[in-house]
T-cell receptor, first 116, second 115 residues
Framework: GAVVSQHPSRVICKSGTSVKIECRSL??????MFWYRQFPKQSLMLMAT?????????EQGVEKDKFLINHASLTLSTLTVTSAHPEDSSFYIC????????????FGDGTRLSIL | AQSVTQPDIHITVSEGASLELRCNYS??????LFWYVQSPGQGLQLLLK??????LVQGIKGFEAEFKRSQSSFNLRKPSVHWSDAAEYFC?????????????FGKGTRLSVIA
């Protein structure tokens, strides 16, 4: 089946650091990638949608200057949390899908971000 | 707009017992429906999907789900639960002819399995 690789799986860093998370589709072309944030024992919260070669579309309340998303190719999207603070600590999950509406979203294994 | 309701926040079943997780959706046309499973600290894994045709779909790990248009439901079932099935389960709905629109997820049902 379709595989999405997300790296790193866990990051611990000091407040003020910028952190980059990579999301790769390994065996299919991901025309669209989604970035989610998940708080403990809660459902996924969509942060942004990115289409290859286009600017990302952010959900209401998500700061685009704080969470920089790049989708430069059909297999790679990155999320950079700039100047991270403890309140940014969370579980971030990427998801990728192909161009057809009946294709499911495939998820990475998530990144646990802890800001000290 | 689409929406998904998973009425049960938490379900506990005994190992070997049958399981049914409920999912109701709201969408004006025929939806694309999905069930995902999430183990602690992991991403989501696709269990099964429904697009059209046979309303009873088979998935991985012995799961199945039945699409019932009249009830706007897509309940997930398994005849005999294993301890390894303990996880969070999410139902999701997608729209036809909308390739880059994200799925709409329910809030999830946490499954606990006891001996």
């Amino acid at each position: 089946g379709a595989v999405v690789s997300q790296h790193p799986s866990r990051v611990i860093c000091k407040s003020g650091t910028s952190v980059k998370i990579e999301c790769r589709s390994l065996d299919f072309q991901a025309t669209t990638m989604f970035w989610y944030r998940q708080f403990p024992k809660q459902s996924l919260m969509l942060m942004a949608t990115s289409n290859e070669g286009s600017k990302a579309t952010y959900e209401q309340g998500v700061e685009k200057d704080k969470f920089l998303i790049n989708h430069a190719s059909l297999t790679l999207s990155t999320l950079t949390v700039t100047s991270a603070h403890p309140e940014d600590s969370s579980f971030y999950i990427c998801s990728a899908k192909g161009p057809l509406s009946n294709q499911p979203q495939h998820f990475g294994d998530g990144t646990r971000l802890s800001i000290l | 707009a689409q929406s998904v309701t998973q009425p049960d926040i938490h379900i506990t079943v005994s190992e070997g017992a049958s399981l049914e997780l409920r999912c109701n959706y709201s969408y004006g046309a025929t939806p694309y429906l999905f069930w995902y499973v999430q183990s602690p600290g992991q991403g989501l894994q696709l269990l099964l999907k429904y697009f059209s045709g046979d309303t009873l779909v088979q998935g991985i790990k012995g799961f199945e789900a039945e699409f019932k248009r009249s009830q706007s439901s897509f309940n997930l079932r398994k005849p005999s639960v294993h301890w390894s099935d303990a996880a969070e389960y999410f139902c999701a709905v997608g729209r036809m002819n909308s390739g880059n629109t994200p799925l709409v997820f329910g809030k999830g049902t946490r499954l606990s399995v006891i001996a």
